[in-house]
């Protein structure tokens, strides 16, 4: 049987059977995506280890989920019944930092601020920063294309990604993508894997592109009555030509949330923050600074003002990071993550406040709105089956007011399970056989995390 060719094949401490344990890596944060129960969980060590779970799995034709910190939003990383998880945790190697090239080359189990924290010893940046940061893997930050707080200025994960290291779904150990600063041989197969989901291969090294350390932040921050209005300053900046390197939303239910949590006093003083930074260096970044302020308080801000301290203005940030973790607390959370176009944003805005009075749900937004990004946060209390169905109902007219709107289903969290309705509605027939094609073609055993995307019937 597989367990057992496995257990020959690999060392003895790379399998986990304890049932308990299997338990834990069964799935990922999502709220209420559906979940099996894996046969067992493989550690591997190093690439030739990938290759051959991925070997035996193609042999006994069974399901294999690739799994990374497990820190995911929409089911991606969920186990079927029977299948093995493959968790790349164990690969966790900084294996170059080049500085004259101004690329890495690591290992998928390597966490995202540890990247960043040894890049920066450097003078060199990774800018992609999800909330998640100090926990998710850059293995998952590739799966699902992860974005963050800076990508308004600088981009989204697939950005610095130019290469990988890959075991296809026959078993291939293969590389993609290249080292230089330019190069176009061939399709961007690299490309093609990044927000894949583990549905075309597993990722066992990851070449990315790194920027030179960027100047010192300047924070703008401004108190907003409605979510509206914020969404009307943040569409200003647009409109006005202002990249800043951050603009991000936080309402009334995410700052009372943490304050509760963290007693940081920020509900007291607002319904919503609006917080902007610009990057750019000299008399550019006082000119970015004063038009955010501009746009701030043209739209209505109760109060706005640019920081003149960094551990205050650091600390607005923090909140913004812990607004997931403190909504938590209060029961489960189903998480959106629909992209609008920027003007689109204030209606979009709006539609949410309308989703929340029509379905009598609890939603918190949290938002890159600076992209047009927005977390839709559906908070229900522990065990109500009535506010559950309420908040997926919700949750189904934001994907469609997004659509509406011009929208997508996901800015970065992934389709996984949760947003593959709204993914066949975005796409379309046409669309979605050209994504089943590529998927039938590097994984023709449709072992690679079942489901999930653009899967399509059993492993065969």
């Known amino acids: 049987m597989l367990i ?3 257990a020959a094949a690999l060392p003895a401490d790379r399998l986990v059977r304890d049932p308990d344990v299997l338990r834990s890596f069964a799935h990922d944060e999502a709220e209420w995506a559906p979940h099996g129960q894996p046969a067992v969980v493989v550690r591997p060590h190093t690439a030739e280890e990938v290759q051959t779970v991925v070997r035996q799995c193609v042999r006994h034709r069974t399901p294999l989920v690739p799994r990374g910190a497990g820190t995911g939003l929409s089911g991606g990383a969920n186990a079927a019944d029977g299948c ?35 890049c920066a010893e450097r003078g060199l940046w990774y800018p992609p920063d999800p909330a998640s940061s100090p926990w998710s893997t850059i293995g998952g930050n590739v799966a699902t294309n992860a974005g963050g707080i800076c990508c308004v200025k600088y981009g989204v994960t697939r950005d610095y990604v130019l290469g990988l290291q890959v075991v296809t779904g026959t078993g291939e150990l293969v590389r993609l993508g290249r080292r230089t600063a330019k190069g176009v041989a061939g399709y961007d197969l690299a490309g093609l894997m990044v927000g894949s989901e583990g549905t075309l291969g597993v990722i066992t090294e990851i070449t990315v592109r790194l920027r030179p350390a960027r100047a ?4 703008v921050a401004g108190y907003f009555d409605t979510t509206v209005a914020a969404g009307e300053a943040a569409a200003a900046v647009a409109a006005r030509g202002v990249l800043p390197s951050a603009l991000e939303l936080v309402d009334r239910h995410c700052l009372a949330a943490v304050d509760a949590w963290k007693n940081m006093g920020l509900s007291a003083d607002a319904n919503v923050v609006l917080l902007g930074r610009t990057d750019a260096p000299g008399a550019q970044g006082e000119h970015e600074a004063a038009v955010l302020l501009e746009c701030f308080e043209q739209a209505g801000a109760t109060w706005a ?4 301290d960094q551990a205050e203005a650091d600390a607005l940030f923090d909140a913004r990071r812990l607004a997931y973790p403190a909504l938590e607390r209060l029961g489960p959370v189903l998480t959106e993550d629909v992209c609008v176009p920027t003007q689109a944003v204030p209606e979009m805005l709006a539609r949410i406040d309308r989703a929340a009075l029509r379905h009598d749900v609890v939603i918190a937004n949290i938002a890159h709105i600076g992209d047009g990004n927005l977390h839709p946060l559906l908070v229900t209390p522990p065990d109500d089956e009535t506010a559950r169905k309420n908040a997926q109902a919700a949750f ?9 709107l011009g929208g997508t289903v996901t800015g970065e969290h992934g389709v996984g399970l949760l947003k593959r309705p709204g993914l066949t509605r975005e796409l379309g027939p046409a669309v979605l056989e050209l994504h089943r094609a ?19 019937g059993t492993p065969a």
Not at 440 to 455: C, E, M, S, T, Y
Request: charged share 35%.
């Open 4 to 6: 057992d060719d496995l």
């Open 84 to 118: 093995v998880v493959l968790v790349t945790d164990r690969l966790r190697a900084i294996k170059e930092i080049d500085e004259q090239e101004r690329l890495a080359v690591l290992e998928p189990g390597v966490v995202n601020d540890d990247l960043r924290a040894a």
């Open 216 to 219: 010192a932040e300047r924070t």
């Open 305 to 308: 003002a640019q920081s003149s």
């Open 396 to 404: 189904d007219d934001i994907i469609s007011d997004a659509l509406d």
């Open 438 to 456: 590529v998927k039938r073609a590097l994984d023709p055993h449709q072992i690679l995390n079942p489901g999930k995307v653009f899967h399509e």
